[in-house]
């Protein structure tokens, strides 16, 4: 059993005794009263949308499912299409893929999650490199402290353009190391 500020989205957690998965999850509270987590889930076996909020210490069975790792290969309008190395295709909706729709990229490998045998998301590496496809030029005399810009990576879906925040130094098409559960900028990769 987990506590609720450890689960996070993309976890399946068993509710009423059915599988759910977590799309989204916001933060409400504050140390002395305590925090609330408010979650849109979806139950896998019915897709039936459900929206709920809980205590940080209310408890959840986290449902171990397989892995298996694949490769991301396509879009066909609505579901997104991984391969594994045996060729079988595996359909994933896209509110099933929550953030990872950021970081897609044709020929990305990542790990297909699957249970009673359906696959329904996927997990990412937990640093990914990208190519910085928009930045805007750094400001003379914007140097003071740790100075942070936008900069939009490259991915697979051009509807889904996600920025990062980089430091100043960072241009455009410069490759970037990206951590993917914080969505945060690594460091910078040279040649």
Known sequence: MKP???IR???IIMVDAKPFIVLRSDVNGSSRTGFTYKWKMKNLLTNAPLENVFRGDDKFDVV??????????YFADPLYVFMDEEYNQYEIEEENLGD???YLKDGMECEAVFYDG?????ELPTTITRQIVYSEPAVKGNTSGNVLKEARIENAIESKQHTVQVPLFV?????????????????????
């Open 4 to 6: 609720a500020k450890e």
């Open 9 to 11: 989205v993309g976890n």
């Open 64 to 73: 171990v499912l397989d892995k298996k790792p694949v490769t991301y290969s």
């Open 100 to 102: 990872a729709l950021n």
């Open 118 to 122: 359906k696959a329904i998301s996927v």
């Open 171 to 191: 241009s455009q098409d410069d490759m970037i190391e990206i951590d993917t559960r914080t969505n945060e900028y690594k460091r910078v990769i040279r040649n």
